[in-house]
């Protein structure tokens, strides 16, 4: 809590302790991760240790290894023992679900319900993963990283005050991610827009922003073409949008199936670019605050990232992709939330 400056109680506390790929945070606390360090250490040994001792004592047994196997049957009674007995994350695995399903199961309102549901898909928590380098830009400032973790926690985030439109703000902050006058909106969907040009091009596909030619019928064009044709001898169009998870229009279906938000904006867009189907390949790349993306954007995304391995050799390039994009996402969220604090005119914003 003092390096994240965030003040968590017992229930993000014990999220934060879980995996990344489930939800967490992956600060692992020792009395967690001891009990599956040592039955499969044991077992990881058994054949050196038979090995090593005299005939007469081939017989011996590891002290307490029963006891820790019992103590892991009843903190899960409905689990098998692992198939490779070695392997910690096996014994492991299943003690981290008891603790996700109880703060599913406990969870006290929709909204929380929403993002404990958001944060265990795994392109929620690439940004988590990604080397903090300013080299790269991929290092966050204390502010960023310390409101992206309290997102993800669902815990307190700044002190309850008003926003510019009027409305009021709890301590979550929630609302700085769906107000009409969000600061990070725009940034985060030129920076996104950014990420899948640069995408394009890395992999010797010239591609341009906000092409001129293809409008709606309001005007409004799409925010990226390519200039080679691809598949079908047709062009790749994208638009990219980003929608609050933790909306109250969206946690009806939020609360009950990850990336509802998303699906729903991919779909929204090809209602609106309807006129480019058939000349044009048409790819909405819808995501949300909490990172989840849409079907869309990952079919996008799963081609970028095979051309990238490809072109650069490197299997792990598709991954660093991903990263710049979730790193997006909650750089956004921040400049979101930073944008509903009051402002004095004679020092500025007051943080």
Same mark, same amino acid.
């Given at each position: 809590m003092s390096i994240l400056n965030?003040?968590? #109680? #017992?229930?993000?506390?014990?999220?934060?302790?879980?995996? @990344? &790929?489930? =939800? =967490?945070?992956?600060? &692992?606390? @020792?009395?967690?991760?001891? *009990?599956?360090?040592?039955?499969?250490s044991v077992h990881g040994t058994e054949k050196l240790i038979r090995n090593i001792l005299i005939s007469t004592l081939i017989n011996f047994d590891v002290p307490w290894l029963t006891e820790a196997v019992n103590a892991w049957?009843?903190? +899960?009674?409905?689990?098998? @023992?692992p198939?490779?007995?070695s392997s910690q994350r096996q014994w492991d695995e299943p003690l981290c679900k008891v603790v996700q399903q109880n703060l599913f199961s406990t969870s006290s309102s929709t909204a !929380? &319900?929403?993002?404990l549901l958001a944060v265990e898909k795994w392109e929620s928590g690439l940004w988590l993963h990604a080397l903090p380098s300013s080299s790269i830009g991929t290092l966050f400032d204390d502010s960023t990283f310390r409101l992206a973790a309290s997102l993800r926690l669902g815990a307190p985030c700044?002190?309850?005050? /008003? +926003?510019?439109?009027g409305e009021v703000v709890n301590s979550l902050g929630h609302h700085g991610l769906s107000c009409s006058r969000s600061? =990070?909106? @725009?940034?985060?969907?030129?920076?996104?827009?950014d990420i899948i040009r640069r995408a394009l091009v890395s992999v010797g596909v010239p591609a341009v922003l906000e092409p001129h030619g293809l409008v709606r019928d309001d005007g409004k064009r799409p925010d990226g073409m390519s200039l080679f044709p691809g598949k079908? %001898?047709?062009? *790749?169009?994208?638009?990219?949008t980003c929608v609050d998870t933790l909306a109250p229009s969206h946690l009806p279906s939020s609360s009950c199936c990850a990336g509802t938000a998303a699906a729903a904006a991919e779909n929204l867009k090809r209602r609106k670019y309807t006129n480019l189907v058939g000349t044009y390949i048409f790819e909405p790349f819808g995501v949300e605050t909490l990172g989840l993306w849409g079907p869309s954007a990952h079919k996008l995304f799963n081609e970028l990232s095979i051309r990238l391995v490809d072109t650069s050799r490197d299997p792990r390039a598709g991954f660093y992709l991903g990263q710049r994009i979730s790193i997006a996402i909650q750089r956004g969220n921040a400049a979101s939330?930073? %944008?509903? *604090?009051?402002? #004095? !005119? /004679?020092? =500025? &914003?007051?943080?």
């Open positions: 965030v003040a968590m #109680d #017992d229930r993000a506390w014990a999220q934060a302790t879980l995996p @990344i &790929r489930m =939800g =967490g945070l992956g600060v &692992r606390k @020792i009395t967690s991760i001891s *009990l599956p360090a040592f039955i499969s049957k009843v903190a +899960c009674p409905n689990s098998k @023992i198939g490779n007995p !929380e &319900r929403a993002r700044c002190s309850p005050h /008003r +926003c510019h439109c600061a =990070g909106r @725009i940034a985060r969907h030129a920076n996104i827009n079908m %001898g047709r062009p *790749l169009v994208w638009d990219a939330l930073l %944008g509903t *604090l009051p402002v #004095d !005119e /004679r020092c =500025g &914003r007051v943080f």
